[in-house]
T-cell receptor, first 112, second 114 residues
Framework: DAKTTQPTSMDCAEGRAANLPCNHS???????VYWYRQIHSQGPQYIIH???NNETNEMASLIITEDRKSSTLILPHATLRDTAVYYC?????????????FGTGTRLQVFP | NAGVTQTPKFRILKIGQSMTLQCAQD?????MYWYRQDPGMGLKLIYY???????DKGEVPNGYNVSRSTTEDFPLRLELAAPSQTSVYFC?????????????FGPGTRLLVL
């Protein structure tokens, strides 16, 4: 499985866009990029995923570079409730298992 | 739907004791997972199941056992608790097939082994 590299921590002002980077330079052609977040002490929560096209949903946008070696999760208008640890995960399309390999993620602190 | 539920929320065990962490889901998901999360770390997969009667080891299976007799339930058994098993345990489920699907996590069980 491809490994990911994320900054340990980031700060963002409330109301501003939070841009969380992720490097996955060894990603394979059929591997997806997933983002989950974990708000303090809770179970992780799915945010978004993509293969090579940019994706947007009600929570966030995912921008994947053309060479697919990095991606950015964008929270367009961060709120205090977005303070959490954000995990970038690269995962192959497995038809037999659905395992997620979590790293240590990026701790995002949104301040007033 | 209740989603993924876990019991108990918190438990203190003495070294050598045994216990079962319960996990249930009502979403008719075929896949279920157990993770543990040590302080300041990411989640590590303990065991997973792709359907009733089928289980397999994850990254850190030693000291644990699982069973999957029904689609809904996936209990995790600790036979001889050790301090190294102090952690937060998360259960998750997903419906995985030919398309990518997401995992839904329970609220976690905090276990302290003294």
């Amino acid at each position: 499985d491809a490994k990911t590299t994320q900054p340990t921590s980031m700060d963002c002002a409330e109301g501003r866009a939070a841009n969380l980077p992720c490097n996955h330079s060894t990603i394979s052609g059929n591997e997806y990029v997933y983002w989950y977040r974990q708000i303090h002490s809770q179970g992780p929560q799915y945010i978004i995923h993509g293969l090579k096209n940019n994706e947007t949903n009600e929570m966030a946008s995912l921008i994947i570079t053309e060479d697919r070696k990095s991606s950015t999760l964008i929270l367009p208008h961060a709120t205090l409730r977005d303070t959490a640890v954000y995990y970038c995960i690269v995962r192959p399309p497995s038809y037999n298992t659905d395992k997620l390999i979590f790293g240590t993620g990026t701790r995002l602190q949104v301040f007033p | 739907n209740a989603g993924v539920t876990q019991t108990p929320k918190f438990r203190i065990l003495k070294i050598g004791q045994s216990m079962t962490l319960q996990c249930a889901q009502d979403m008719n998901h075929n896949y279920m997972y157990w993770y543990r999360q040590d302080p300041g770390m990411g989640l590590k997969l303990i065991y997973y199941s792709v359907g009733a009667g089928i289980t397999d080891k994850g990254e850190v299976p030693n000291g644990y056992n699982v069973s999957r007799s029904t689609t809904e339930d996936f209990p995790l058994r600790l036979e001889l608790a050790a301090p190294s098993q102090t952690s937060v345990y998360f259960c998750a489920s997903s419906y995985a097939g030919l398309h990518q699907e997401t995992q839904y996590f329970g609220p976690g069980t905090r276990l302290l082994v003294l």
